[in-house]
């Protein structure tokens, strides 16, 4: 019986120890015009620093994360992204646009609002 | 094969020979391998007023010598991945280079990411710099010669900071474009073996070659260029 339990603390463990170690590509945030002060975004719940010249590039875990605007009463959600191992993914956000818009490469054949790499 | 013996009057430590405990150590162990990756790869926060504590320009520097260290090992796995490209005779084998070219570059990438370890030091180092030189105007401890001497130091040390700074950003720009290359190429090649286009792919596995030579020039320059601060 003990020795069923800890094998399966054992798989449980496995599986955490390759998630993190296995699972990480990148993604682009670029805010157009590049001179315009940008409003504070988020990747899901993570504040992204101010942009240099308008771009970051960040690591992120493997698969679909929101991007969010600060907004009166709450965050909105701008788009979906979904980042792919070792691939980055480039999502535009232009600030011409009321409210901003998120400008994907490539979208989902699914919702257009979701940006693949 | 000669047997490894136990020196005299050490007592070697007894491994549990028990399989059931053998079974319940194995999960612990494994947290413990878990646990060494983040516990490793984080950096100590520097604690103000204590010599002793290594400095955020301290640590700076050091990320960026190691960081110089694992580009030239990268490095040198792209060119071999460049000229195993050349000699690529079929599609399928191609995609499975760029894949693997894929994974080094984006290594060299997550070094450099705006949420990496290295970028936050370089932050970190830039704003007790600034932090430094604001006390430094105001410090009515020292000879003026010496407080000028003092101000001259960190503003030396900040120009050098920034450098490396605009060095990384550089290289991030570099990586990430190399790394939107290969998916762009590697997706095209995907969808000309799909219409059978196997000559084209092939065609295009050999053309990308040449720009990830360029990229690897690149390299090689920024890791000449990349001097970190205090060196």
Request: proline share 5%.
């Amino acid at each position: 019986m003990r020795a069923r339990g800890a094998a399966a603390a054992l798989a449980i463990l496995a599986l955490a120890a390759c998630t993190r170690e296995g699972g990480s590509g990148y993604v682009e945030i670029k805010t157009v015009p590049s001179t315009a002060r940008a409003p504070a975004l988020y990747i899901d719940a993570d504040r992204i620093e101010a942009l240099k010249s308008g771009t970051t590039v960040l690591r992120q875990p493997i698969g679909t994360a929101k991007l969010q605007l600060d907004a009166d009463g709450g965050k909105i959600t701008l788009c979906q992204f979904v980042v792919k191992k070792n691939r980055i993914t480039t999502v535009t956000v232009s600030s011409l646009d009321r409210p901003p818009r998120c400008q994907c490469g490539r979208t989902g054949s699914g919702d257009p609002r979701t940006c693949i790499g | 094969m000669k047997k490894l013996q136990k020196p005299r009057g050490v007592t070697m430590p007894k491994f549990p020979s028990d399989r059931r405990t053998r079974v319940a150590l194995a999960p612990a162990l494994l947290l413990l391998f878990a646990l060494s990756g983040p516990l490793h790869a984080q950096s100590q926060p520097p604690v103000p007023g204590n010599p002793d504590v290594v400095t955020a320009d301290d640590e700076f520097s050091k990320q960026l010598r190691d960081l110089k260290k694992s580009f030239a090992d990268v490095g040198k796995q792209i060119d071999d991945s460049t000229k195993a490209i050349d000699r690529i005779k079929n599609p399928e084998e191609g995609r499975k280079s760029i894949e693997e070219l894929r994974e080094h570059v984006g290594k060299l990438l997550g070094a450099v990411a705006d949420n990496g370890d290295v970028s936050r030091l370089g932050a970190l180092a830039l704003s007790r710099a600034d932090e430094k030189l604001k006390s430094l105007q105001q410090d009515t401890r020292f000879k003026p010669d010496e407080k000028q001497f003092l101000i001259d130091k960190w503003r030396e040390l900040r120009g050098s900071t920034e450098t490396a700074i605009r060095d990384l950003d550089g290289a991030r720009k570099d990586f990430a474009e190399l790394l939107r290359t290969l998916q762009t190429n590697e997706d095209y090649i995907d969808e000309l073996m799909q219409i059978r286009e196997h000559e084209k792919a092939l065609q295009v596995i050999h053309q990308l070659s040449d720009g990830i030579r360029d990229a690897s020039v690149k390299l090689q320059k920024l890791l000449g260029g990349i001097k970190p601060p205090g060196a």
